[in-house]
């Protein structure tokens, strides 16, 4: 009976949810928004359509994001959206699903206990959890039981987590409230102070995506943006140029790269030394920003990787698991722990 249950792998993210299945992939990727009605407290739009409504919504419409920083933040919340897209992805079935959904590697045991009481209010049947790094290592195409080490950097929207990997565990790692949205922040901050125009989050989003780059390319691109002068209240648009982005996300960027530097320097030094042969694997949406490699290469020397899909790195990372699910004891919900001490056997196994 078991084996007609379906199973899927989650990413739950600050910024989106991933859904991915083995047998076709990706199958939902969606904002993590959730839109409620403040009288009747019903849901009203989940995903795409309630990011249409963020900042937009009429007095009884609350457009929020359920998780901040890459855990939860807002529980019914998240539970709500949990189920919503799970249902969505996977359509109803008369077994409930497993899933498998990643954890940033920094979350206490209160926080990755919310996660799995979040899947089983959605309807799940177990729930196994994977530490994030490890998922965005497997999904980049690392080999996570070898004994070298291995550094990810992953910037999403709320966080960057980089860790440091060797034989399927953590071995050192630091999150830092400095990602996506801060470099929004950042660029809304520039055009403030020095255009005196207020821009919205999602114009600052676009000048990023557009324009936004670690170092100047001798490219220079403009772009049209428009907001509200803080002169005389009215619309304006002013032009924006790739060098004034790169001036505005600096510090942010700089901040990234200081933290990138610091892990380094704790870091076993046999590890450290694989990091210098293998380079440094950037995911997450907020290291498709440009030149940002050149960036940390010119401070630390190190080769960066980027992997194919950098946005679906940690889903697939996360699925590629769910071939060890039926291995693990369905008692033991961190995955990491179970996993790490198989995959010590097998090298074991393999070196004699
Ligand atoms: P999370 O894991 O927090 O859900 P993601 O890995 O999905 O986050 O990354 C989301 C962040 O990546 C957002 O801040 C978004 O603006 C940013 N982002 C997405 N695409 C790009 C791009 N092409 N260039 C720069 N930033 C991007
Ligand atoms: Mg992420």
């Keep these: 009976m078991a084996y007609l249950r379906k199973n899927m792998a989650i990413d739950l993210g600050t910024t989106s949810v991933l859904c991915f299945t083995r047998s076709q992939g990706v199958v ?20 795409a359509e309630a990011k249409r409504m963020l900042g937009k919504t009429p007095g009884n419409i609350i457009a929020r994001r359920p998780l901040k920083d890459g855990v939860i933040a807002d529980y019914p919340s998240t539970a709500k959206m949990l189920d919503y897209f ?13 899933v498998v959904i990643c954890v940033p590697s920094e979350a206490t045991q209160v926080q ?35 004994p ?23 071995v050192v ?56 002068s803080l002169d005389d209240g009215l619309p304006k648009s002013i032009y924006i140029s790739s060098t004034e982005m790169a001036e505005a996300l600096r510090p942010s960027l700089m901040t990234i790269v200081d933290a990138v530097h610091d892990l380094l320097s704790n870091t076993p030094p046999e590890l450290a030394a694989d990091l ?34 950098a946005l679906t790195a940690v889903v697939r990372g996360t699925g590629s698991s769910l071939n060890w699910l039926k291995k693990w004891n369905p008692s033991d919900e961190l995955f990491s722990e179970s996993t790490r001490q198989q995959i010590i056997q097998r090298e074991e196994l393999r070196r004699r």
């Excluded at 939902?28 to 995903?47: H, K, Q, R, T």
């Excluded at 799940?124 to 994977?130: G, M, R, T, W």
């Excluded at 470099?183 to 989050?201: K, M, S, T, V």
């Design 28 to 47: 939902l990727n969606e904002p993590s928004v959730v839109a409620f009605d403040s009288f009747s407290n019903e849901i009203v739009a989940v995903g």
């Design 86 to 98: 799970i249902h969505k992805a996977m359509g109803r079935s008369l077994l409930s699903p497993d």
């Design 112 to 146: 990755k206990r919310a996660v799995v009481q979040a899947a089983k209010a959605a309807g799940v049947h177990s729930v196994y959890l994977i530490e994030e790094a490890l998922a965005a290592a497997i999904g980049s195409g690392v080999d996570i039981s070898e």
């Design 148 to 170: 070298g080490g291995h550094m990810i950097v992953d910037i999403g929207g709320g966080t960057t987590d980089i860790a440091v990997i060797s034989l399927g565990g953590i």
């Design 173 to 228: 790692s630091r999150s830092i409230r400095v990602a996506g949205n801060a470099f929004d922040q950042a660029i809304l901050r520039y055009i403030r102070d020095h255009y005196n125009l207020i821009i919205g989050d999602s114009s600052a989003e676009e000048l990023k995506i557009q324009l936004g780059s670690g170092a100047s390319d001798g490219m220079e691109e403009t772009m049209e943006v428009k907001g509200r």
């Design 276 to 309: 210098y042969d293998r380079g440094i694997l950037l995911t997450g949406g907020g290291s498709l920003i440009k030149g940002l490699d050149r960036l940390l290469h010119d401070r630390i020397s190190i080769d960066i990787h980027h992997p194919d899909h």
